[in-house]
């Protein structure tokens, strides 16, 4: 069974950094492309960043550019969101999603397949 698993959130202080996980099981996130979203209360989902199959090619939000950095280990069949300078508007339930449609070097924030079940991160002094 094709599975997600978002792990690293939790409570931090602004201007502090956590770095979320999300670990496929089931099968080889080489041939996805993978995409973080974000998505805080009362608000819509919105993208934050991706990263292509290839690893070459990310795209952030501008909210979090310059700030969070995607990145992905093949052989760990896991891909991280290194987020440092958080501010409290980054509090949100943070998601990652699979997609095998895009191209080897090219990822969007638009539709994915596949999603895991969420992490919180809160931003709070």
């Known amino acids: 069974q094709l599975q997600l698993v978002e792990s690293g959130g939790g409570l931090v202080q602004p201007g502090g950094s956590l770095r979320l996980s999300c670990a496929a099981s089931?099968?080889?996130?080489?041939?996805?492309?993978i995409g973080w979203f974000r998505q805080a209360p009362g608000k819509e989902r919105e993208g934050v960043s991706c990263?292509?199959?290839?690893?070459?090619?990310?795209n952030y939000a501008y909210s979090v550019k310059g700030r969070f950095t995607i990145s992905r280990d093949n052989a760990k069949n896991t891909v991280y969101l290194q987020m440092n300078d958080l501010n409290t508007e980054d509090t949100a339930v943070y998601y990652c999603?699979?997609?095998?449609?895009?191209?080897?070097?090219?990822?969007?924030?638009?539709?994915?397949?596949?999603w895991g079940q969420g992490t919180q991160v809160t931003v709070s002094s």
């Open positions: 089931g099968f080889t996130l080489d041939y996805y492309a």
């Open positions: 999603a699979a997609d095998p449609s895009y191209g080897y070097n090219w990822c969007g924030l638009g539709s994915y397949d596949y």
């Open positions: 990263i292509s199959k290839s690893g070459a090619s990310t």
